[in-house]
C-alpha cells in the first residue's frame, strides 16, 4: 500500500531550528512536496523535491533520498506565526492523486 | 489575481439530507481536485478533474458522492444522503502544471457537520 509517517506533534522555541521527517513505504512517485497549514486555514505550498537532496527557500529547506525512502522539512530561525501543521504529500507515477502524510502539528514557544 | 474559492464556508445539515459545494479554482487551473479532512486526520484525496473530465476518482467514498465540472470551470460536489461520517472539511485545490512539481492552490474549505 502507499502509506507516509510523519511524527504527530513538534515542539520548539523561539529562534530554534526543527526538522520534520516523513517516511514512507511506496515506489514509484514523482517526487515530495511540503505544506503547511494553519488552524482553520488551507494548506499552503512550501517546496518540492524532484530528485535526492537538498532544496533551499528561505528559512525553510527540504530533502529527500529515494534510497532511504525518507524525506524531511527543515525548518530554521523558528517564528512564532511557524507554529502549524506540515503535511508531506507525493503524487505517484500510475496516477493523478496526491496522497498526504497525517500531519505534524508545530508548536513555537517564546 | 483571484485566489481558489469556496462556498459556503460553513454547513450544517442533518443526517439524510443533501448538500452541494462549489469550488472556483484560479482562473486558467485546468486541474481541480477535491480532498476532505476528517477531524485531525490526513488530507485524502477524493478526485481530480481535468478541465471537465474526471481523471482519478479513486478517492470517492461512495455513490453518494458526485462531483461535477461543467464547461471545465467551476466544479460542485454533491453529498446525497449525507451521513454523520461525512462531516470534515472538504478542499478544493486547483494547479496549471502538468509537469513536476504540482504546486496546488488551495480553498479555504467548507466545513460539513451532519448531525
Known amino acids: 500500500g502507499q502509506s507516509l509517517e510523519q511524527p504527530s506533534e513538534v515542539t520548539a522555541v523561539e529562534g530554534a531550528i526543527v526538522q520534520i521527517n516523513c517516511t514512507y513505504q511506496?515506489?514509484?512517485?514523482?517526487?515530495l512536496s511540503w505544506y503547511q497549514q494553519h488552524d482553520g486555514g488551507a494548506p499552503t505550498f512550501l517546496s518540492y523535491n524532484g530528485l535526492d537532496g537538498l532544496e533551499e527557500t528561505g528559512r525553510f529547506s527540504s530533502f529527500l533520498s529515494r534510497s532511504d525512502s525518507y524525506g524531511y522539512l527543515l525548518l530554521q530561525e523558528l517564528q512564532m506565526k511557524d507554529s502549524a501543521s506540515y503535511f508531506c504529500?507525493?503524487?505517484?507515477?500510475?496516477?493523478?492523486?496526491?496522497?498526504f502524510g497525517p500531519g505534524t502539528r508545530l508548536s513555537v514557544l517564546p | 489575481e483571484a485566489g481558489v474559492t469556496q462556498f459556503p464556508s460553513h454547513s450544517v445539515i442533518e443526517k439524510g439530507q443533501t448538500v452541494t459545494l462549489r469550488c472556483d479554482p484560479i482562473s486558467g487551473h485546468d486541474n481541480l481536485y477535491w480532498y476532505r479532512r476528517v477531524m485531525g486526520k490526513e488530507i485524502k484525496f477524493l478526485l481530480h478533474f481535468v478541465k471537465e473530465s474526471k481523471q482519478d476518482e479513486s478517492g470517492m467514498p461512495n455513490n453518494r458522492f458526485l462531483a461535477e465540472r461543467t464547461g471545465g470551470t467551476y466544479s460542485t460536489l454533491k453529498v446525497q444522503p449525507a451521513e454523520l461520517e461525512d462531516s470534515g472539511v472538504y478542499f478544493c485545490?486547483?494547479?496549471?502544471?502538468?509537469?513536476?512539481?504540482?504546486?496546488?492552490?488551495f480553498g479555504p474549505g467548507t466545513r460539513l457537520t451532519v448531525t
Open positions: 504529500a507525493v503524487r505517484f507515477h500510475y496516477g493523478q492523486n496526491f496522497v
Open positions: 485545490a486547483s494547479s496549471q502544471a502538468t509537469e513536476q512539481p504540482d504546486e496546488q492552490y
Open positions: 511506496t515506489s514509484g512517485f514523482y517526487g
